[in-house]
């Protein structure tokens, strides 16, 4: 089993900035692509920005400019580095992980956690 967990959540003013973590933990597995996903008070969850184990990385085009994805293979840790931050950031973030432990193949949630920007 790998367990994902966030920290760095939190609440701040419209323009601010805020780090996100999620840390990966277990035995013996590896970590292809890790992403951050938000979901927004009634809404659906989307993609906010995924990195691959080689270095490359997506963004959602609201996000492109103001947030950047970064991760520490060696500590199994992703981070979201969110800076310019709108009240329409507002959401639950969550970490997902695509890992490969005992031959197979998983996908892996956080258990999410709160940014609160005010305007």
């Known amino acids: 089993q790998v367990q994902l967990v966030e920290s760095g959540g939190g609440l701040v003013q419209a323009g601010g900035s805020l780090r996100l973590s999620c840390a990966a933990s277990?035995?013996?597995?590896?970590?292809?692509?890790m992403g951050w996903y938000r979901q927004p008070p009634g809404k659906q969850r989307e993609l906010v920005a995924l990195?691959?184990?080689?270095?490359?990385?997506n963004y959602a085009d609201s996000v492109q400019g103001r947030f950047t994805i970064s991760r520490d293979n060696a500590k199994n840790t992703a981070y979201l580095q969110m800076n310019s931050l709108k009240p329409e950031d507002t959401a639950v973030y969550y970490c997902?992980?695509?890992?490969?432990?005992?031959?197979?193949?998983?996908?892996?949630w956080g258990q999410g956690t709160q940014v609160t920007v005010s305007s």
């Open positions: 277990g035995s013996g597995f590896s970590i292809d692509v």
């Open positions: 990195i691959r184990s080689s270095g490359s990385s």
């Open positions: 997902k992980a695509n890992a490969e432990r005992l031959g197979i193949n998983r996908v892996y």
